[in-house]
């Protein structure tokens, strides 16, 4: 057996001793730990044909391995007489152009055979994924992509500069400068078909540049109030939107007891916050010690903006939310665990501008356990087997991919242990669903309103603590594993399509590993 392989064995074998010890403290269910079993042996089938669990899309040499597995859709064989391809000039200039699509070829990028063979039958804007290649013709850095996305193309121009246009659409930029992300910026307010080829169809021999004048002056033109910072990496962008008015925001906090977290997530709020007006509501969820009671009355006096909502009934989290929330002034709500603290102080100010769009349903923050590692990062459909949270216990500064941790980008769901949605998403939902006492409430109203035509926003410019226990695991209670295992085989059966596709997760990478390239064409 080759080192590779012992060392992936290894560890997997520490991952799982990690788990039950760690999460369970040595006291698995059963249900649970045949879970585990199982993916752990497939990820072990994965290491004896491929001598590892996945793919590092960085490392050039596991990305060309990676290509060997692969079974490629692009047939040079198929022809189509329906699109014209137009190269790089000064100037737009479709003159030569009468197909229906014309194929946008920037300078520097490659088609490979067959590219024609993948585009869909429909679609106003056609996108592919695609790669880089060396003066030695060896590939590598795959751009694998998400399907449409309208706030992570406002970070930086994820789909590319080689994508596939209905003439009559690309004729009004005929004569421009040429400046393919500025045609598709314009696109996608005028479309929402755009379809995503989720294939390697060119090779672009230039990486992402930062184009944040070309951002700042469409958005200007478009008449939307914000402002376009540069991100550290200086490639991509945070639009940073205006709010319009000032509008009441309503911090909605469950809590039973916990005084602890409990005023330390308040006083941060207190102290940080920076937006003038928001109000906040406590759930109280059947607390029972007298120095939680006796916070709640002198909070009250000491703040006009603080109401205390006594819910009785059993732990529920959907319904103890949507009682508060029929409390609730104002035309923005956050969701918002009592064990979290906040570090940005214009965090309000920040969602409020993404909540407020049009078409945006939730806007989600990057969390932190109290040693710095991510919490949170959004949240993969079909992680887990169901749906778990992005670059969950990385470093902070972990090397991510398509800046997903540095720049807004749209994600399937994000959590409600810090979420924001407008009065107007929240009535047209229904609230959260109250069938999903505890898992997954949050999932199922992100992805009711992606349904709706909304899109959920991770912002990870704006950061709290959630001091969620890292050792804590699944309840070992027999009732709590089979309320457990219900709602997950719920969730299972209403998105069964969005567990084997995640349209912000392209499914060319592992539900296990994050960003990292897929072992196999079998179960994820």
């Not at 989290?317 to 009682?323: A, D, M, Q």
């Not at 992005?390 to 540095?406: A, G």
């Amino acid at each position: 057996m080759t080192e590779s392989k012992l060392n992936a064995i290894a560890s997997l074998i520490g991952k799982a001793l990690h788990i039950w010890a760690v999460q369970y403290h040595f006291v698995i269910p059963r249900e649970i730990l045949k879970m585990y079993i199982d993916k752990f042996t497939h990820e072990r089938r994965n290491i004896a044909r491929y001598g590892c669990r996945f793919f590092d899309p960085h490392d050039g040499e596991q990305y060309r391995k990676w290509l060997s597995f692969r079974t490629s859709a692009l047939d040079p064989s198929k022809k189509r007489n329906d699109i014209t391809a137009v190269a790089e000039n000064a100037l737009l200039d479709l003159s030569a152009v009468h197909t229906e699509y014309a194929l946008i070829v920037s300078e520097g990028c490659q088609l490979y055979p067959g590219y024609a063979s993948v585009l869909p039958e429909e679609g106003d804007v056609i996108y592919f994924d695609h790669d880089r290649t060396d003066d030695a013709g060896q590939r590598f850095e795959p751009v694998l992509k998400p399907d449409f996305s309208y706030n992570t193309l406002r970070s930086f121009n994820y789909i590319g500069r080689c994508f596939a246009v209905k003439t009559e659409l690309l004729r009004q930029f005929e004569g421009e400068p040429w400046n393919p992300y500025r045609w598709v910026l314009q696109l996608s307010d005028q479309t929402k078909k755009i379809t995503h080829v989720s294939e390697i169809v060119y090779a672009d021999q230039k990486s992402f540049a930062c184009e944040a004048e070309t951002l700042r002056e469409y958005l200007s033109q478009s008449n939307t109030r914000a402002a376009v910072r540069v991100n550290a990496d200086q490639i991509s962008c945070t639009v940073e939107y205006e709010t319009q008015g000032n509008p009441l925001i309503s911090i909605i906090i469950p809590t039973k007891d916990g005084l602890d977290v409990l005023r330390t997530c308040v006083d941060s709020i207190f102290r940080k916050t920076v937006w003038p007006r928001y109000e906040i509501i406590i759930a109280d969820n059947n607390s029972e010690k007298q120095e939680t009671l006796d916070y709640f009355r002198a909070l009250k006096e000491a703040h006009d903006n603080v109401q205390v909502v006594r819910v009785d009934a059993p732990f529920n989290f959907s319904y103890i939310n949507n009682r508060a929330a029929e409390y609730a002034n104002g035309e923005y709500f956050v969701l918002l665990n009592n064990d979290t603290e906040v570090i940005s102080p214009d965090w309000l100010d920040q969602m409020a501008g993404y909540a407020q769009r049009y078409n945006v349903g939730t806007v989600g923050v990057k969390l932190y356990y109290e040693d710095g590692t991510i919490q949170h990062g959004g949240v993969i459909i079909g992680k887990g087997g169901a749906a778990a949270h992005r670059w969950y216990r990385c470093e902070k500064d972990v090397r991510d991919y398509l800046f997903t941790l540095s720049a807004p980008n749209d994600v399937g769901c994000v959590t409600a242990a810090c979420m924001m949605t407008s009065r107007k998403c929240w009535q047209e939902m229904n609230g959260l669903n109250e069938e999903l006492a505890v898992q997954y409430n949050d999932v199922d109203y992100g992805l009711r309103l992606l349904k709706a035509g909304y899109f959920n926003v991770f912002l990870p410019s704006v950061e709290l603590y959630h001091y969620e226990s890292k050792s804590r695991g699944i309840d070992t209670d027999r009732k709590a594993v089979k309320r457990f295992f219900e709602e997950v085989n719920w969730f299972k059966e209403h998105y069964a399509a969005y567990i084997i596709h995640d349209p912000f997760y392209n499914d060319g990478f592992d539900k296990s590993y994050d960003y990292m390239l897929i072992a196999s064409s079998g179960r994820n």
